[in-house]
């Protein structure tokens, strides 16, 4: 059968490397190396699986070359040798598989530094404010710093080829350090290192020198840069390809080119809202100006990716967090089971939102076993039960995914006409493809593994089926929040699930709650050509939104004219729109020919509570119908629930 994605599985070359496909897992931080300065069994087999997967080169998270610069977490101590024999462990692993692994250097985040970890006061090209705190002002490099940095890069790169690494990517991206020395904005310096381009560029010359001069020319040099900023006094990509001519003379074997700097972190780690491929554009320029190969990340999918490479501007590409939510997606492809790739969300919650937020290794929100594979292998039971599923929302369909994929017999009992729940309802804006994609995933694996569904069937705690499963999993989701506001029941008013399901009447439209639901459909109905207001009774919108994600989605607020009024209540509802009050107590009609009422939800725990009072020991509830969460975590629990079950 021809293969609609060969293309992408062509064997290529970087420099003298070989690569059995154009295939490339992206570099992304894990918190999982070991406070000695090893890489964890964990971070091990995360990255063994994606080289099993079928990737053609693996490359690592940034590693920091040394303590003092690193500011951004936990990495592999590639300033002390002690650390190579593990590393050596690591690389085979990845071998074994028939992938190629690169180690990603960084001198350090500089002036990006994350709070509380490394200096206190960062380092810097010149002295430029610190990005998480503009209070505080980066100390400028000295010579004499630079230097031993350069010597430290060398030590780096020597442990790299030692420790049986096969190409070294030099970190100069998206405002780091390396980059803030590229930037005019960021690098007033009046010594060799500030200046012309050529000035500005010597700090990453003397660095690839360094690194060559290091490993020879066999192992080649990648240089990561982001072309394009994308903030006014940004880099430009017009400004961006003498650098790259510079950098391409120096030695560079291949550049791993996109956009985005901290000013525009959501281009650093894609959001769902600025689409698929979001920075395939900076390729064309970049071809023009370099004969060395090009990697480009940012959003793709195994059709963009595919046109990108069709179109001859770029060689390889890269593939982040859809490495994390389908480890296997390559092999997949090569055996044109598309059907089969478990699609990423793009919604950053559990894998740079971990690491943000919680200073935790990355997890994913559709794929519970990442960085724990060794601890959650799906094996088949020697004692399969009958399980019955309440319910064919995230958690459910998680939860009967995982159990038959284990040899147990499950049914779900749904009592609409179609899976997915509230999450598929919702799911009708363009940046809500991927979780439609989602529900369709599920719906071709339940088929294969022969999950039955009973569709309009509603189950009640005295239903005689409950008495013959060996267990049950209530997956009921949950219902809307309504407030005692007088008019709430009035015609013109609707709630945001009904008026995903159903459609909004009306060019102006009043939401009611500023939460991400009523922001992300306020920015749907507003990308129809609606005039919407959101009302917000806090003194800010979407604060339950992932901060990355909110930049997107305030921006595109922004663009499409949403007026956004917080520090307002809703008092009544009147035919003719929805009266609020102020902080300081006055009054004003907000005028609506629909209004949209998203309070919330609270966990619909009716039918749980009686089920379990009658069958305490065999039930388990999971999903909304415990506590309402993100997707992710309705996820997480249904696969908990089935991986519980022996």
């Known amino acids: 059968m021809e293969n609609k994605y060969a293309k992408l599985f062509e064997p290529m070359k970087i420099g003298n490397m070989n690569l059995r496909n154009r295939l490339v897992m992206s570099p992304m931080g894990t918190f999982t190396p070991m406070q000695d300065g090893t890489e964890s069994e964990e971070g091990m087999m995360y990255y063994e699986e994606r080289a099993r997967g079928g990737f053609g080169l693996i490359i690592i998270g940034a590693q920091f070359i040394n303590e003092k610069l690193a500011q951004g977490g936990p990495t592999i101590?590639?300033?002390?040798?002690?650390?190579?024999?593990?590393?050596?462990?690591?690389?085979?692993?990845?071998?074994?598989?028939?992938?190629?692994?690169?180690?990603?250097?960084?001198?350090?985040?500089?002036?990006?530094?994350?709070?509380?970890?490394?200096?206190?006061?960062?380092?810097?090209s010149s002295e430029n404010p610190s990005f998480y705190d503009p209070n505080v002002i980066c100390r400028p490099l000295t010579v004499e710093e630079i230097k031993e940095i350069i010597k430290d890069f060398s030590k780096a790169a020597t442990f790299a080829k030692n420790a049986g690494f096969d190409a070294i990517e030099i970190h100069g991206h998206a405002g780091y350090l390396i980059d803030q020395f590229f930037s005019p904005i960021w690098n007033k310096r009046t010594d060799e290192y500030g200046g012309s381009v050529e000035n500005r560029a010597r700090f990453a010359v003397e660095i690839v020198q360094a690194v060559r001069n290091a490993v020879g020319q066999d192992m080649p040099i990648i240089f990561r840069i982001a072309l394009d900023h994308r903030f006014p006094g940004g880099r430009t990509l017009e400004d961006s390809m003498p650098i790259l001519e510079i950098l391409e003379r120096a030695g560079v074997d291949a550049f791993d080119v996109d956009a985005g700097a901290y000013e525009t972190m959501d281009y650093i780690f894609p959001t769902a809202y600025v689409g698929d491929a979001c920075m395939a554009y900076v390729c064309k320029e970049a071809k023009k100006y370099v004969k060395v190969p090009l990697i480009n990340a940012g959003n793709h999918t195994p059709e963009t990716a595919l046109e990108l490479v069709n179109s001859g501007d770029c060689d390889f590409i890269m593939f982040g967090r859809q490495s994390i939510a389908d480890p296997e997606f390559p092999k997949k492809l090569m055996e044109n089971r598309r059907e089969d790739m478990r699609p990423c969300l793009?919604?950053?919650?559990?894998?740079?939102?971990?690491?943000?937020?919680?200073?935790t290794q990355l997890s994913c929100s559709v794929n519970i076993q990442v960085c724990m594979e060794k601890y959650f292998q799906i094996t088949k039971t020697d004692n399969p039960k009958d399980i019955v599923i309440i319910g064919a929302g995230p958690s459910g369909l998680e939860a009967a995914r995982v159990a038959a994929l284990k040899g147990h017999h499950v049914t779900i009992y749904e009592k609409t006409n179609d899976i997915g729940g509230i999450l598929k309802i919702i799911a009708t804006a363009p940046f809500k493809?991927?979780?439609?994609?989602?529900?369709?995933?599920?719906?071709?694996?339940?088929?294969?593994?022969?999950?039955?569904?009973?569709?309009?069937?509603?189950?009640?705690?005295?239903?005689?089926?409950?008495?013959?499963?060996?267990?049950?999993?209530?997956?009921?989701?949950?219902?809307?929040?309504?407030?005692?506001?007088?008019?709430?029941?009035?015609?013109?008013?609707?709630?945001?699930?009904d008026a995903h399901k159903n459609g909004v009447f009306g060019e102006r439209i009043a939401i009611c709650g500023g939460g991400l639901s009523g922001c992300d459909t306020a920015l749907e109905l507003a990308m129809q050509g609606k005039k919407v207001t959101v009302i917000e009774m806090l003194s800010e919108c979407a604060q339950d939104a992932m901060p990355i994600n909110k930049i997107s989605l305030m921006r595109m607020l922004a663009e499409n004219d949403v007026t956004l009024l917080t520090d307002s209540k809703v008092v009544a509802i009147e035919p003719n729109g929805v009266v609020i009050e102020?902080?300081?107590g006055s009054r004003e009609t907000v005028e609506a020919d629909t209004v949209i009422t998203a309070f919330g939800q609270k966990a619909d725990t009716t039918l749980s509570n009686a089920i379990k009072a009658k069958y305490n020991i065999k039930t388990t509830v999971v999903g909304d119908a415990e506590k309402v969460a993100k997707v992710g975590e309705a996820i997480r629990t249904g696969f908990y629930a089935a991986m519980a079950v022996e």
């Open 77 to 124: 101590a590639f300033n002390n040798n002690r650390a190579i024999p593990k590393t050596t462990v690591l690389c085979e692993r990845v071998h074994r598989w028939g992938a190629k692994i690169c180690a990603q250097l960084s001198p350090g985040t500089g002036r990006n530094g994350m709070p509380d970890i490394g200096e206190e006061v960062p380092v810097s």
């Open 346 to 359: 793009v919604c950053n919650e559990e894998c740079i939102g971990r690491i943000f937020g919680r200073l």
């Open 433 to 497: 493809k991927r979780i439609r994609e989602l529900i369709d995933w599920y719906d071709v694996q339940l088929k294969k593994l022969g999950v039955k569904i009973k569709f309009n069937t509603e189950i009640k705690a005295d239903d005689t089926i409950l008495d013959y499963a060996d267990k049950i999993f209530v997956a009921t989701g949950s219902v809307p929040l309504v407030p005692n506001i007088p008019g709430i029941t009035g015609k013109n008013v609707i709630g945001v699930i």
């Open 582 to 584: 102020k902080k300081d």
